[in-house]
């Protein structure tokens, strides 16, 4: 089967095709190394490429296929890492230059897991330093680039995952999210990323500053898949998810399964929609997208009404949390570091390290009225249907946005409709939906109750279905 073929199989197929003996992990990852190697270096997707040991992993799984051993579900399928999640013997930075030689001597949980299933881990995928930002570069490794168009941002911190995922490097990449990290870069990179209940997918070990460190408060920061169709999220979850008492904020649930996903109509299910939850600026395209799909999801049988929260997201709150804790997180690291790290989060590190306790006490109170304000809402409704992202992607060059649709906005503005889904704690994806005028893609998020992520994979995989946003295939030079 040519290179371009395989590639394009979803881990769904890719795995069956490998139980089935029509392909082999071997020429499996040989086809993704080949592509990596053609293609990554025009857009940065990953900044390690594991092609020695994934190369192992492989005959290693086609030995285990020829003795006809026993096959985890993601047998043969390969993997991308975010480079802050850590793999044993492969290198892994929090795309940050203060760990530039850094080599775990152990895998994180999802990691063990995905091996433990089959999965072939290919390489690191780029993100910002420690995932300070919504976008994906750093001092390190440099820029990711959309796969639609380079000239424009993949959304981050976990862009480099998505653009692999869009880019057919990979059929699935992990992500991490504590204010939109996969949801933004899945939006922006027109793929399907899925911010998890906080605690359904541990996340052990991390680094001193890194996203996960930062959920010592609340409920803020969760790992996810971001694959190209629903049904690849639904197993990949199903391999990360589960509890593990390495990681004390991992929720007592196993057994947990996402396949097969649930056919027919979405009858039964109370939708609200809401384009901007009252408070957003968005670009107009956005909205229209959104719009569309609240029909979409309607004339499925879904009941669907207009309705939001009535919570506006706290920004300057939110803001003073994360700031605190990774200004903490890296106090010793600044006084050798800081000439290497990137100025900007050096400067709002410094803003942020003589912050009263008491203010930073009095926000995290903040973000738990917030949180209370926002679940009662799902009381009534099942899901919460919104634009991921106020605006399609924008132009590198910028921090974010200054304007939308010709009003100023504040500089988290544009990820509010992310920020508030990791206040509360709730599980969300962000679902392929629609099209600029330039062919740049726009996502919808598709929001939930806690612990309910078959609900939300159930909507997310009728509308893939209704719209199927793989009839667009990506051409790259």
């Not at 862009?159 to 933004?184: C, E, F, M, Q, W």
């Not at 994806?429 to 078959?454: C, K, Y």
């Amino acid at each position: 089967m040519p290179d371009n073929e395989i590639c394009f199989l979803t881990a769904v197929q890719m795995a069956e095709a490998v139980r089935k003996k029509r392909l082999s992990p071997v020429e499996i990852t040989e086809a993704f190394l080949r592509r990596i190697e053609q293609i990554n270096p025009s857009f940065n997707a990953y900044c390690t490429v594991a092609a020695e040991s994934a190369f192992k992993q492989a005959q290693e799984a086609e030995d285990m296929v020829m003795r006809k051993a026993r096959l985890g579900v993601l047998h043969g399928v390969p993997v991308a890492v975010k480079d802050f999640v850590f793999t044993k013997g492969i290198r892994t930075t929090a795309g940050s230059k203060i760990y530039e030689d850094f080599i775990p001597s152990q895998d994180a949980v999802i990691v063990e897991r995905l091996k433990a299933a089959g999965a072939i881990i290919i390489g690191k995928t780029n993100t910002s330093e420690f995932g300070w930002i919504a976008l994906t570069y750093n001092r390190l490794f440099g820029e990711t680039h959309n796969p639609w168009n380079k000239e424009y941002v993949s959304g981050g911190s976990s862009g480099g995952s998505a653009a692999a995922v869009a880019l057919r490097l990979a059929p699935i990449a992990t992500g991490s999210d504590i204010g939109g990290s996969i949801r933004v870069p899945g939006s922006f990179c027109g793929v399907l990323g899925l911010k998890t209940t906080f605690g359904l997918v541990p996340q052990y070990p991390d680094f001193p500053g890194g996203e996960t460190y930062l959920t010592g408060w609340g409920h803020m920061c969760s790992a996810g898949p971001i694959t190209n169709t629903v049904a690849d999220a639904a197993l990949a979850l199903q391999v990360m998810a589960g509890r593990d008492d390495r990681d004390p904020r991992s929720l007592p649930v196993t057994g947990q399964r996402y396949l097969p996903l649930p056919e027919g109509n979405l009858k039964g299910l109370r939708i609200a929609w809401s384009r901007d939850l009252g408070f957003v600026t968005i670009d107009p395209q956005v909205g229209d997208v959104a719009e569309a799909a609240a029909k979409v999801l309607s004339s499925l049988g879904a009941t669907v009404e207009e309705a939001h929260p009535g919570v506006i997201f706290p920004e300057a709150d939110f803001s003073t949390v994360i700031g605190v804790r990774l200004a903490a997180a890296l106090q010793n690291h600044m006084v050798k570091y800081r000439d290497v790290m990137d100025p900007v989060l050096v400067r709002f590190l410094d803003r942020m390290k003589d912050k009263l306790a008491v203010d930073y006490d009095r926000s995290c109170l903040k973000l738990l009225e917030c949180q209370d304000a926002i679940r009662p809402f799902f009381d009534k409704y099942d899901l919460l249907l919104t634009p991921s992202v106020a605006l399609p992607p924008f132009k590198s060059g910028m921090l974010n946005p200054r304007e939308i649709d010709g009003k100023k906005v504040s500089p988290l503005g544009w990820t509010a409709f992310c920020c508030l889904m990791n206040i509360s704690g709730l599980p969300a994806a962000s679902v392929p939906a629609g099209w600029t005028q330039d062919g740049l893609p726009i996502g919808i998020q598709i929001a939930g109750r806690r612990l309910e992520e078959n609900t939300v994979l159930r909507a997310a995989a009728a509308f893939e279905k209704s719209v199927p946003w793989q009839s667009k295939r990506l051409t790259v030079d």
